[in-house]
């Protein structure tokens, strides 16, 4: 026989829409940790809008945010940090 998940942990596998939201006293003083900017939570992650449309999107594991720049998902178009950084240098404070 075949072990099959309850349904409530199969809807609840991953499913970003799902994610629990952080403390709104929270939310208020993360920023970006590479341009200082205010984030906001969009499902299973935190993100800073850009000027040009863009974001940067940091991951929420287990209910933490993940908010180290090496964990940035850069905007599409962008392959790695060091494109965000080239990108986004007049954004990044020294």
Known sequence: MVDTPAPEAAADAGDPADAPALDPQLLAV???????RPLAQRGDRLVCSLPD?????????????VLLVDAVVPPEGLADLAAV???????IPD
Do not use: F, H
Request: aromatic share 8%; charged share 30%; with cysteine.
């Open 30 to 36: 993360l920023v970006c940790p590479l341009t200082r």
């Open 53 to 65: 449309g863009s974001e940067l999107a940091y991951p929420i594991e287990d209910g933490v945010p």
């Open 85 to 91: 950084r080239e990108k986004y240098a007049e954004l």
